[in-house]
């Protein structure tokens, strides 16, 4: 089986010109499905079939695995066979009747309201760090914005007569987003202390006076993780996937929900529903008595 995929990382090398990062990818997948094969004693290529393959993909699911990877791995399989039958090292290519698992999304972690709400009260609301850091997380869970909208909005982008912010998101697309009251108030807070004079135009600032960074945060948010005995694996992407259930599973409608995220395809959205129907699903089975 080696002599075959040696060929195949030739040919991709030298015929086709790819470069070395994309022929050592293609390599990595390819190995992985070859250790796959030799755990069930398969030891030719020509006796592979779709089923094989399926039960390799389901195999990578169950690690965890987002569906993106699975499917880059799926498409290197593919290119693989596809040589393999060109050359006649096997008779019909058997990726080509596999489904890519473009939909098997892996379901958002979630925060539970209760571990919100001791999330956003951990910070010290004694300290000028800690009353920054309470906007923030204030603000992430009221808003749904992704880590790297936060760090880099201006003063200038919250109205706080209307409590709406303007944030530039993915592929450079401008939204507004309403802000909460909560939120709002904890981020007047923040402004009494926040240094006007090095602060710049950023909103939220390091203590040297820098721009605050994703990495930054994302410290931070794990401090306070452990401050509140959330128990659970925290990052601040979290509180957008709990921002959005949350909403959902309180009435709101999908579609506002998706232009709060500034989702441009609503299937995207719609994974929070799903993540709210296997809660429902949970909690019916944990209290019913006959679940």
Not at 28 to 33: E, K, P, V
Not at 93 to 104: F, G, H
Not at 170 to 185: D, F, L, Q, T, Y
Request: glycine share 6%; aromatic share 8%; charged share 25%.
């Amino acid at each position: 089986m080696d002599s075959e995929v040696n060929r195949f990382l030739n040919y991709i090398r030298l015929e086709k010109g790819l470069a070395e990062n994309s022929c050592e990818a293609y390599k990595n997948d390819i190995a992985l499905f070859q250790e796959f094969l030799e755990q069930k004693k398969i030891c030719k290529w020509d006796i592979v079939t779709p089923e094989h393959i399926i039960g390799f993909l389901k195999a990578r699911r169950k690690k965890n695995l987002q569906s993106s990877t699975i499917s880059r791995e799926l498409i290197s399989l593919r290119v693989f066979f596809r040589f393999l039958t060109s050359e006649g090292f096997v008779k019909a290519d058997v990726c080509s009747r596999v489904e890519s698992p473009k939909l098997w999304k892996l379901l958002p972690d979630v925060l539970s309201e209760s571990k919100v709400q001791a999330l956003l009260n951990a910070p010290d609301s004694g300290s000028e760090i800690g009353i920054r850091d309470k906007a923030m997380l204030e603000l992430l869970y009221a808003t749904g914005l992704r880590v790297s909208e936060l760090v880099n909005l201006k003063i200038h982008n919250v109205n706080f007569e209307t409590n709406f912010l303007r944030c530039v998101g993915k592929g450079n697309k401008e939204r507004i987003v309403p802000v909460g009251s909560h939120a709002v108030r904890s981020i007047q807070e923040y402004l009494k202390v926040r240094n006007p004079e090095k602060a710049g135009d950023y909103l939220f600032i390091t203590s040297r006076n820098r721009c605050m960074t994703r990495e930054n945060f994302w410290k931070r948010i794990k401090h306070y993780s452990k401050i509140a005995g959330i128990g659970q694996k925290i990052y601040p992407h979290l509180l957008r996937h709990s921002f959005a259930t949350h909403l959902l599973s309180h009435g709101a409608d999908l579609r506002v929900v998706q232009e709060m995220l500034g989702h441009s395809d609503i299937s995207t959205t719609q994974i929070y529903t799903h993540v709210d129907h296997h809660r429902l699903k949970n909690v019916h089975k944990k209290f019913h008595p006959r679940g």
